[in-house]
């Protein structure tokens, strides 16, 4: 399957997967088509090319949330991606970039996305002193961190004493979370609820 990995920012996500594809669990199952960002200075785009993948992005600093989709959308159906993997992607998506990848869009989520949604999620765990957090790995439909889950992993934060302790084994989780989940897509042995697949309705 090819993939193609959105972010914004650093990338630790994108380099799991990177390496996932390149000698583990998605190794033979995918290649990395193309890393994309909306922020053409992000360090995770420079990480990626180093990496030896494809990179391309767009600033979307000014622009209508609808006509800059409409853009990146082109650009991405370029590197033809059976998936689109929201890795720390800071943008919400807009109907035209939803139905343009319909039930093939990922994301990951640093908390159970029924219980916590947006931003800030390792500091939501951390300041309520929650002692575990789900990793959630979904697809994504028109809301904020609505869509499906197909995947939860719980992480162990007691005597986790400060923010960076909670992100660090948050992020361990995630990194291999988020491989092992699009691998067991893939290769089938995930379902993905027959909601998200429907054919959207005409464009309202
Ligand atoms: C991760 O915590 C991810 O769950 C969230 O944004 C963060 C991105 O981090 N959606 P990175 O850029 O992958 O390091």
Same mark, same amino acid.
């Given at each position: 399957a090819r993939l193609a990995i959105l972010l914004s920012g650093r990338g630790s996500n994108m380099v799991a997967l990177v390496q996932a594809v390149q000698g583990g669990v998605l190794q033979e199952l995918a290649e990395v088509a193309v890393v994309f960002s909306n *922020? @053409?200075? !992000? @360090?995770g785009l420079e990480t990626a090319a180093a990496l030896g993948c494809a990179t391309a992005s767009l600033g979307s600093? =000014? &622009? *209508?949330r609808q006509e800059f989709d409409a853009d990146v959308v082109e650009v991405l159906n370029r590197y033809r991606p059976d998936y689109i993997v929201l890795a720390g992607y800071m943008r919400i998506l807009s109907p035209t970039f939803i139905r343009a990848f319909a039930g093939r869009i990922l994301n990951i989520h640093p908390a159970d996305t029924h219980q916590h949604q947006g931003l800030h999620a390792y500091e939501w765990a951390f300041d309520n002193q929650l002692p575990e957090t789900k990793i959630t790995v979904h697809l994504v439909d028109? =809301? +904020?961190? /609505?869509g499906p889950v197909l995947a939860q992993q719980p992480v162990d +934060? &007691? =005597?986790? !004493? /400060?923010l960076q302790e909670v992100e660090r084994r948050g992020l361990a989780v995630e990194h291999q979370l988020y491989a092992a989940t699009l691998a067991g897509l893939i290769q089938g042995k995930l379902t993905v609820p027959d909601a998200a697949l429907a054919a959207p309705d005409s464009p309202t």
């Amino acid at each position: 399957a090819r993939l193609a990995i959105l972010l914004s920012g650093r990338g630790s996500n994108m380099v799991a997967l990177v390496q996932a594809v390149q000698g583990g669990v998605l190794q033979e199952l995918a290649e990395v088509a193309v890393v994309f960002s909306n *922020k @053409p200075d !992000a @360090p995770g785009l420079e990480t990626a090319a180093a990496l030896g993948c494809a990179t391309a992005s767009l600033g979307s600093q =000014g &622009r *209508k949330r609808q006509e800059f989709d409409a853009d990146v959308v082109e650009v991405l159906n370029r590197y033809r991606p059976d998936y689109i993997v929201l890795a720390g992607y800071m943008r919400i998506l807009s109907p035209t970039f939803i139905r343009a990848f319909a039930g093939r869009i990922l994301n990951i989520h640093p908390a159970d996305t029924h219980q916590h949604q947006g931003l800030h999620a390792y500091e939501w765990a951390f300041d309520n002193q929650l002692p575990e957090t789900k990793i959630t790995v979904h697809l994504v439909d028109e =809301g +904020l961190d /609505t869509g499906p889950v197909l995947a939860q992993q719980p992480v162990d +934060l &007691r =005597g986790a !004493a /400060t923010l960076q302790e909670v992100e660090r084994r948050g992020l361990a989780v995630e990194h291999q979370l988020y491989a092992a989940t699009l691998a067991g897509l893939i290769q089938g042995k995930l379902t993905v609820p027959d909601a998200a697949l429907a054919a959207p309705d005409s464009p309202t």
